[in-house]
């Protein structure tokens, strides 16, 4: 097959898609110059025959030639050799997310380790919507897996841990994931009515990658393109794409939806959550003591006043409890004790007394690194 190739850029994502053989054209791409892949490989479905339904209908399952494959150790070695050529092309903080069923996530599993990569999670992704199972002689089959693993042990990996929080109604994103399959207007349909791709992937999914493992402006790989649905979703997000996809009828869906795809201009609406906390600098709870803005000696009270602490010139606190004992450290220590709990953070325990007010030691924190940032000289607390 002739590689051929399709590029577009943005002033916010440059997209640039290979028609071509996933292994061979990967070979072409420089090392450690992509932060994110997402790989939806062939899943090898040993399907014996034509499924039907009980009415006799026929299911459109996937049948085609390019899931299919002499035998396990030739399905082995495919993974394998595009596995390695993923892993040389990932930078070394960067991710890859690989998603299966029971046919072939076990396998694939087995070589992501073998190679080096480090699992970070296997994510179940609960279909809200399955297929049945239309012969009725085994469960339904109502979830794939998902594989997220870092290049190595030692990567500082990418996770937007607040963004999926707060995408969760703040509460802690879990490995399961509920979405629907991809179907309704989301379904690209070829010219004869029926669905173009038979393993399209809901944007839903994509976009909870997408959003989990990367920042604006970081490239995203897919070896295996298919519809387009990680370029699309990429490109919205204003990601830098790369996608590669050996079928030309696919590959020409592909580009269409990707360069009808519009991104998202308004870069404050495409922060991340725990990007924009980690970009704000550090500030000790010292500094506030050698800035002026909180003098030694200063009381620190928590919201309903059962717990009091003295503020000391080395920024720590010193307390003494009802029992009788006395505790220093940091506010994060001392207020633990305080409570008999196992953690606290300190800056949102803490308050200070303003008049007839108590506010947060966090406020000073933020005043300092507002200040520090415009140079202006900090003011003590009165």
């Given amino acids: 097959m002739k590689a051929d190739s399709f590029s577009s850029s943005t002033s916010n994502a440059s997209i640039h898609l290979i028609l071509g053989d996933c292994i061979a054209e990967m070979k072409k791409i420089p090392d450690e110059s992509v932060d994110m892949i997402f790989a939806d490989p062939p899943y090898n479905l040993q399907l014996g025959g034509d499924l039907h339904r009980p009415d006799n209908s026929k299911v459109d399952a996937v049948n085609n030639d390019w899931d299919k494959f002499d035998n396990f150790q030739a399905y082995d070695q495919f993974t394998n050799n595009w596995l390695s050529e993923a892993r040389r092309i990932l930078r070394p903080n960067g991710t890859i997310w690989v998603i299966g069923s029971y046919h072939n996530i076990f396998r694939v599993g087995y070589s992501l380790q073998n190679l080096g990569y480090w699992v970070l999670n296997d994510i179940i992704w609960r279909k809200s919507n399955p297929m049945p199972n239309f012969r009725g002689k085994r469960f339904t089959n109502a979830h794939e897996t998902m594989i997220w693993c870092s290049k190595s ?188 709990a196992p953690s606290c953070n300190g800056w949102t325990f803490w308050h200070v007394r303003k008049g007839d007010k108590l506010v947060p030691i966090d406020h000073y924190r933020e005043t300092l690194r507002q200040r520090m940032a415009t140079d202006q000289a900090p003011q003590s607390i009165q």
């Avoid at 669905?195 to 944007?203: D, G, I």
């Avoid at 519809?227 to 997000?237: D, E, I, M, Q």
Wanted: a neutral charge; glycine letters at 8%.
């Fill in 153 to 340: 042990e030692k990567s500082k990996y990418c996770f937007n841990y607040d963004s999926m929080k707060a995408m969760n109604e703040d509460i802690q994103m879990r490995s399961d994931w509920q979405l629907p399959i991809c179907n309704g207007n989301e379904r690209i349909k070829a010219k004869d009515g029926q669905k173009a791709h038979p393993t399209q992937k809901p944007e839903s999914l994509l976009s909870r990658v997408i959003i989990a493992s990367t920042n604006v402006g970081d490239v995203v790989f897919d070896p295996f393109l298919g519809s387009g649905t990680t370029g699309a979703v990429a490109k919205r997000l204003q990601r830098h794409f790369i996608g590669i996809e050996r079928d030309e009828t696919y590959y020409q869906i592909a580009t269409e939806r990707i360069e009808n795809t519009d991104v998202i201009t308004e870069d404050d609406v495409l922060q991340s959550l725990s990007s924009t906390k980690q970009q704000k600098p550090r500030i000790p709870f010292g500094w506030l003591i050698e800035s002026g803005m909180l003098r030694p000696g200063t009381q620190l009270y928590d919201t309903k006043k059962r717990f009091e602490a003295k503020v000391s010139a080395d920024g720590s606190l010193y307390a003494a409890s009802q029992n009788g004992y006395s505790h220093r450290g940091s506010i994060h220590k001392v207020g633990a004790e305080l409570q008999g």
